[in-house]
């Protein structure tokens, strides 16, 4: 059990894994004496020391095992939102790059936004999911760090921005369909990125996704932080995994402005008050669907995450390739056209 | 990133509270003059000294920009529902209505038809003194019906923006905002139709990064703050001074993002000049 841990509500885990950490050591002491050649066979010594047996042992480790896994599920099935917040960023959680090389047999990276560069916060190119020939965009955090840096932690300049638009409308040319995995805290707030035109790179991704004529699935599968988010899910189908988060702003930013101060206490109402979780989103409308991972989270089972991934993006494409694309254009835009919650009084 | 937001609430308040006193004499944040208040104000809220241009609110907007008595109001009946029944040191609830009763609107933007210098139009303004002029879901529904009206009417759509960005008290229908109205203006664009955006101090945020930026011509007012980011988030994260005169109207025309910076005087006769290349 060799987990890393930085989540402090996982402490009762971390109390269990320690019990099963000593008890496993004991058993493989005692096993190793048992292996001895010229040692008589094992036998349980009287119990006068209080010394546990290796069959209590083994009884002792299978019930921790058990209440581990039951606490495990416990646990993830009430996280708080912040909580959910703190575990999409989860640093073994995988990431854009990690799910396409798991998800895509192949994958072609085309790096070109024909502007100004080569943006590493955001990844496309073509790939065949199952045998579905698809272009992808991802957003990427980066794993080191020097790739990090250079990804500026998944927050992606103008130029990563127009890569993703240039390449799908080279997938919409060719009729192929779009996937983008979107894992991001925002786009990136500095001086190139507002004098090469942020905000208008967004904006023109927003417009453009939503009368791309080829399917287009987007799944939030970490962090889905405000327009830097968006920016690449403009989508027929947006589904979000079940510990990723996606909202306006940042709970630390929401913090900040609106209760003057960020800290692990307002951050934590903030992040209430977002309704940011991916049930919340699924209940305004926002999303289309809850995307189930592992027990525990992505981050404990990556093979797991990517096949439970891998079934809703392949059924979703189906249908959506199964479909005139007039009715498909036509139904994105309603989509996004309805969402919004007002009241409407006579006209006087 | 609505970071800004607030952020330039705090900055604008106390700005705006010093910019236009209640007295007849007020020292100009341009060139530090004290100015007369009435002449500033019939100046188009200019100052005469300086050309510095006062933030204005949605109806003297629809006044500056269109002909007398022109101005149809559409989409008024609007109004929030707050369906995130949002609270953080104030419930949203509360915050709607004080800002109701402070402006007598129901929310940050005015829209209707109007003429302009005899040119038909659809003049859609955001209004800084409510919360900011941020996008929730009125705002993005007001844009929106805007910009359908204008796209099967065949009128030339106008946006003044002035906003800081998406309303964080309707969280993610916010963010929603900013695709449906781009969406809506790839449906303009598709029918032909024009949009002429005008941004105006402060532009920033989700509003910048959705409809304000995709004007087939941009205009912007002079030395008026327009970004994605607000400068001290990106002062925060990049840990450097920012460059003189980032993010204002000139460096945006510098930069290859706004196509005019134009003088309130000659906003009408931009926008007129436009239509006329322009328009159907
Ligand atoms: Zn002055």
New binding site residues.
Partial sequence: MATFYQLDFEKPLRDIEHQIDATEARLKELRSGEGTPGTPPFVDPPDVSGAPTAAQLTRDLEALREQHGRTLRDLYSHLSPWNVVRVARHPDRPQGRDFISALCREFCELHGDRRFGDDPAIVTGFGRIDSIKCLVVAHQKGKKTSEKLACHFGCAHPEGYRKALKNMQLAEKFGVPIVTLVDTPGAYPGIGAEQRGQAEAIAVNLREMSRLRTPIVSVVIGEGGSGGALGIAVADRVGMLAHAWYTVISPEGCAAILWKQANEQTNTAAARALRLTARDNLELGIIDAVIPEPVGGAHRDPPAAVALLREWIVAQLGELRSRPIDELVAARYERFRRLGSFAEAEAV | MTQVQTRTWTEVRPTRKSAIPEGLWLR?P??A?M?YRKQMETNLHV?P??N?HYRIGAAERIRQLADPASFQPLFGGLSSTDPLRFTDLKPYAERLLAEQIKTGQTDAVLAGTAFVKGRSALLCCLDLTFMMGSMGSVVGETITRSIEHATAAGTPLVIVSCSGGARMQESGLSLMQMAKTSAALARLDDAGGLFISVLTDPTTGGVTASFAMLGDVILAEPKALIGFAGPRVIQQTIRQELPEGFQRSEFLMQSGMVDRVVKRHDLRSEIARIIDYAGK
Avoid: A, L, R, S
């Fill in positions: 100009c341009g060139c003059q100015i100052c000294e300086c510095h």
